[in-house]
């Protein structure tokens, strides 16, 4: 089976060309179409269709000569719904904006110039719906099914089946399916910020329940919102697009609640700013996991410091032992390299513990040891765990010998 292929439309070709070489760097399972036109792009997804190869987002310019990108969106939602669609564009007309929204299921609007972050989470957040759509949509097939199936035993069902049909047709009942189904959290406000529209996502994300929030502002709807989240609203209304990966909020009974939001302008038909549109995303329970992870590093760290200072306490108190020994002890390699030696073993050899430490046995012990005991010496010490023997020593300041 190909791969699932998105779909890029705009009139200017470096456009198109850019997005391409942004979405394959980010996306390398999926195929990267491009279209300079609404026809040819209708036409490419119709044929993309025929071939059984799966379209699960297309993104399209709004200000393009002939089709323009709300009627695109619009006419590929009449023809394929499932398709998730993206509106690429520097300035969204109040008219675009309620064309797209009402009859076309707008998922998201990306704002030119775009950078390469926004719009890889924008795209990655856009498949994980389409997924997550697909299953409901089998869901739905199931169901209809079923409904199919009563439709059979029952032959006014297909009358008030039609009479909702045509109810739905309407634009009121086009703006209830928008606000129940839309797959994001989305608002829409005027320039006064009161409440335009508003996805039923919207109002479950933030407990709103049942309440007509259209036509009430947003400051009365939520009392709480903190000046730097008005300041925030108005750089908007003023022509800004602003967004943010983590947000706190502290509602009215004190809960905080964690927000990943963006906030774009929308224009009129004489290119007037009209309001603003939000696109929201709880993420408290991801924030309070990651909250809760840095706090157990915390704790970790400071298990691990109390631990090393345990042993560099430890380390300390074993070598004032070993200094401190009356006999003398040479810590060697099988080889005889010195590793380490106490204060005794300087005194006993009259050489400084540097000396000792560039020496090897060999050298502390007299000219006449043969290296055949040495090794033997060794041998039995591996091999039995322990060993002893009598050697003659020779001291380094001044070579006289001793018995050791």
Not at 93 to 115: C, H, M, Q, T
Not at 137 to 150: K, S, V
Request: hydrophobic share 40%; net charge negative; proline share 3%.
């Amino acid at each position: 089976m190909s791969n699932p292929t998105i779909l890029c439309v705009d009139d200017e070709r470096n456009v198109l060309l850019t997005l391409r070489t942004q979405l394959m760097r980010h996306f390398p399972n999926h195929v990267i179409e491009i279209a300079e036109s609404g026809d040819e792009a209708l036409e490419l997804v119709d044929e993309l269709r025929a071939e059984g190869v799966e379209t699960p987002l297309v993104i399209a310019d709004q200000i393009m000569p002939g089709m323009q990108g709300d009627e695109l969106l619009i006419e590929l939602h009449a023809r394929h719904p499932e398709i998730l669609k993206v509106m690429l564009t520097g300035q969204a007309r109040a008219e675009d904006v309620g064309n797209v929204v009402n009859r076309g299921n707008l998922y998201r609007f990306i704002a030119k110039p775009w950078s390469e972050t926004d719009l890889t989470l924008t795209v990655t957040e856009a498949l994980r719906c389409f997924q997550q759509e697909q299953l409901i949509a089998q869901q739905q097939a199931a169901l209809t099914q079923t409904n199919l199936e009563l439709e059979a035993l029952n032959a006014d069902l297909e009358n008030q089946v039609q009479e909702r049909t045509q109810q739905l047709q309407s634009n009121q009942q086009q703006l209830q399916l928008f606000v129940h189904h839309t797959p994001a959290a989305v608002a829409m406000f005027d320039r006064e910020m009161r409440y335009l529209l508003a996805s039923q996502r919207w109002k479950t994300d933030y407990n709103l329940g049942d309440q007509d929030i259209i036509g009430r502002s947003h400051y009365d709807v939520f009392p709480t919102i903190p000046d730097h989240w008005k300041a925030i609203n108005q750089r908007c209304l003023a022509g800004a697009s602003e967004r943010s990966e983590e947000d706190c909020f502290t509602r009215e009974d004190g809960s905080v609640t964690w927000n990943q939001w963006e906030i774009h302008p929308w224009y009129t038909e004489t290119n007037d700013i009209g309001g603003i549109i939000m696109f929201t995303q709880v993420i408290t329970d991801r924030k309070q996991a990651e909250l809760a992870l840095q706090q157990l590093n915390a704790e970790l760290e400071q298990r691990v410091e109390q631990r090393t200072q345990e042993l560099a306490h430890s380390e300390q108190d074993l070598r004032t032992i070993f200094n401190n020994v009356y006999d003398a002890i040479f810590i060697h390699a099988l080889d005889g390299t010195i590793l380490d030696v106490n204060n005794p073993a300087t005194e006993m050899f009259g050489a400084s513990r540097a000396q000792l430490l560039v020496s090897s046995i060999p050298d502390l012990l007299s000219p006449d040891a043969p290296f055949e005991r040495i090794s033997a010496f060794h041998q039995q010490a591996q091999t039995a765990g322990t060993a002893s023997a009598e050697w003659q020593a020779r001291r380094l300041d001044n070579g006289a010998i001793f018995d050791i």
